[in-house]
C-alpha cells in the first residue's frame, strides 16, 4: 500500500524527467496501453490525456489544477468564437482568452519581477501574495497552498503559447475545432513536449489525433536513435560539464581567473545547446514510438553564419511563433524601416522576458534584437559580395558563435551582480599563464567539450547516415547498442539527475 502511495505522490525533490528510471518504466506503462487501443481512438486519446496529466501531476503537483483550468477556459473559449457569427463578437472573444491566459502566465511567472520593480519605484517594498491560494485555501476550504508564495508552475510557457495558437488559428478559420473536449486536452498536455516544448502548432498536430497509431520499423529505429542522441548529449556532454566545471565558475566567478571564466561561458553555450536539444530529440522519438510527429526545433545553430540564421535554426518552434503571433501582428515589415526595426526588438525585447522574469534576460534578448538590426544594417552597406569559400564561411560562423557567447552571460548568470563579477574576472584577472595548468587540470572537461562540438560542425550529410545505418540495421543489433549505450551514458553521471535548464522557463 505504501509503494502505491508513492506511485501516486508528487515528490518536488525528484519529479519525473526523461532522465529517470522511474519515467521510463511509466512509458512502458504508456506505450503497453497505446498498443492495446491503437485501433480505438477516441480511447486512445482520453488515454493520452489521462497519463499526459498524471505526467503533469509527477512534474508539477497540483499545479494540474492549473493547467486542466486552462485547458477547460480556452477549450469552451474556443467552441464560443467558432460558433460565433458576428466577427467584433469573434475578436472580442479571442481577446479575452488571450488576455487570461497570458494573466496567468504573467501572474504566476513575473509576480516578483514586477513586484521588485514597483519596490524600486515607490521606495518601499511592495508585497507578494498568492492570491489564488488565498481563495483556495478561504472560499473553496482546500487549505493546501501556501499564500506567501507564488511558484512559477512547470511548461507554463510553453502550453500557453499552445493555447494560443489554437483559438488564434480558429478565430481566424484556418483551423475547425475538434471533435472533443478530450482531443483538445491531450493537444494541449502530450506529455514529451508539455514542459519544455517544442511549442506544438495546433494546424499540425490535431489531424494527428485521428490518425491510428502504427510505427514502421524505420520509424522505430529512428525514434529511438533521438532518444539516445537525447540522452547522450543531456546526460554525457551537458551535465557533466555542468556538475564538473561550469556550475563550479558561475557560483564563484571572482574565485577563478578571468581565462577559466571565459572557458566556462564557452562550455555554458554548449551545455545550454545539447540540454534544450537533447530534451527536444528525445520529445521528438518518444511522440514517434506513440505514432505523432513533432516539428524540429533545432538545426545545428552554432553553423549559423550570422545572428539571423542562428535565430532561424535556435528554438524554431520559438522563432516561429514570435514572427507569426507577435512580429507579424505588429506590423511586420509592413512598414517604414524604423517602423520594422522597432516591431524586431519589440519581439527580441519580449522573447527575452519569455525566458525569465529578470532584467538579465531583458538585456539577453535586447542583445539579440540588437545583433539582428546591425546585421540587417551591414548586410545593406557591406562594401564587397558575400564570400562563399570555405574560410571566410568559417570566419562568419566563428565570429556568430562568438557574439550568441558572449549574450549568454546575462543568460546564464544569476542576477546582473552575477555578470558584474564575470566582467571583474576576466578584465583585472584574466591570466594567460595558468592555461597549461587550467587545460589539465580540467583535461576530462576539455575532451568532453571538444566530443560536443566536434559532433555538432560534423556535415549534416555524415551524421545523417550513421543515423541511417543504425535505422536499417537489425532489431537485434539496435538493441545491443542501446544497452551500451544506456550503460555508458549512465555510468557519466556524477552527482545526480540535473534538471533541464528550460524546465525553468
Known amino acids: 500500500m505504501e509503494r502505491l502511495s508513492r506511485i501516486f505522490a508528487f515528490d518536488v525533490q525528484h519529479p519525473m524527467v526523461f532522465t529517470r528510471v522511474d519515467f521510463w518504466i511509466f512509458f512502458l506503462v504508456v506505450y503497453a496501453g497505446i498498443t492495446l487501443l491503437r485501433n480505438r481512438l477516441s480511447w486512445r486519446n482520453a488515454y493520452l490525456m489521462a497519463v499526459s496529466f ?3 501531476y509527477k512534474t508539477s503537483g497540483l499545479f494540474l489544477l492549473l493547467l486542466f483550468f486552462s485547458v477547460s477556459v480556452s477549450y469552451w473559449m474556443s ?42 519605484f515607490l521606495g518601499r517594498e511592495v508585497p507578494v501574495m498568492n492570491h489564488f491560494a488565498w481563495i483556495a485555501n478561504n472560499i473553496l476550504q482546500f487549505n493546501w497552498f501556501d499564500v506567501d508564495t507564488i511558484l512559477l508552475p512547470v511548461g507554463i510557457s510553453f502550453f500557453t503559447f499552445q493555447v494560443i495558437t489554437y483559438v488564434v488559428d480558429v478565430s481566424k478559420g484556418k483551423l475547425d475545432p475538434v471533435r472533443s473536449f478530450t482531443d483538445y486536452a491531450f493537444y494541449i498536455s502530450f506529455f514529451p513536449q508539455l514542459v519544455a516544448g517544442p511549442i506544438v502548432r ?24 533521438l532518444i539516445l542522441k537525447g540522452l547522450f548529449k543531456k546526460i554525457f556532454i551537458g551535465d557533466y560539464l555542468a556538475v564538473n566545471f561550469i556550475d563550479r565558475v558561475f557560483a564563484h566567478p571572482l574565485s577563478y581567473t578571468g581565462l577559466e571564466n571565459v572557458f566556462a561561458l564557452i562550455s555554458y553555450s554548449l551545455q545550454v545547446y545539447v540540454d534544450f536539444s537533447g530534451y527536444t530529440d528525445i520529445a521528438i522519438g518518444l511522440s514517434l514510438l506513440m505514432g505523432f510527429q513533432l516539428a524540429k526545433n533545432f538545426n545545428s545553430p552554432y553553423k549559423a553564419q550570422n545572428v539571423g540564421d542562428f535565430w532561424r535554426r535556435w528554438h524554431i518552434s520559438l522563432s516561429t511563433f514570435l514572427r507569426d503571433y507577435l512580429y507579424i501582428p505588429l506590423g511586420g515589415n509592413r512598414g517604414t524601416a524604423f517602423r520594422t526595426n522597432v516591431n524586431l526588438m519589440i519581439t527580441m525585447l519580449l522573447g527575452g522576458l519569455w525566458h525569465g522574469a529578470s532584467w538579465n534576460f531583458v538585456i539577453w534578448g535586447g542583445l539579440n534584437g540588437l545583433g539582428l538590426l546591425i546585421y540587417k544594417f551591414w548586410k545593406k552597406i557591406r562594401p564587397w559580395k558575400k564570400i562563399e569559400k570555405a574560410w571566410a564561411m568559417a570566419g562568419r560562423i566563428a565570429f556568430t558563435f562568438a557574439f550568441i557567447t558572449f549574450t549568454r552571460i546575462w543568460f546564464r548568470a544569476p542576477d546582473l551582480e552575477g555578470v558584474q563579477a564575470f566582467f571583474q574576472a576576466v578584465g583585472t584577472n584574466f591570466n594567460w599563464a595558468v592555461l597549461p595548468d587550467f587545460i589539465w587540470g580540467f583535461r576530462l572537461v576539455m575532451l568532453v567539450m571538444l566530443l560536443g562540438f566536434v559532433t555538432h560542425w560534423l556535415s549534416d550529410a555524415f551524421k545523417q547516415k550513421w543515423q541511417q545505418r543504425f535505422v536499417d540495421s537489425p532489431l537485434w543489433l539496435q538493441g545491443v547498442i542501446t544497452v551500451v549505450m544506456v550503460f555508458i551514458i549512465y555510468q557519466s553521471v556524477s552527482a545526480g539527475m540535473q534538471p533541464f535548464i528550460y524546465f525553468q522557463f
Open 54 to 56: 498524471f505526467f503533469y
Open 202 to 225: 495546433a494546424a499540425d498536430f490535431i489531424p494527428q489525433l485521428y490518425n491510428k497509431s502504427s510505427i514502421s520499423k524505420e520509424a522505430f529505429g529512428t525514434a529511438l536513435f
Open 79 to 120: 467552441e464560443w468564437i467558432y460558433r460565433s457569427d458576428s466577427k467584433t463578437k469573434k475578436k472580442v472573444l479571442l481577446y479575452l482568452t488571450i488576455t487570461l491566459q497570458l494573466f496567468l502566465l504573467v501572474y504566476f511567472k513575473y509576480a516578483y519581477f514586477f513586484a521588485g520593480i514597483a519596490s524600486d
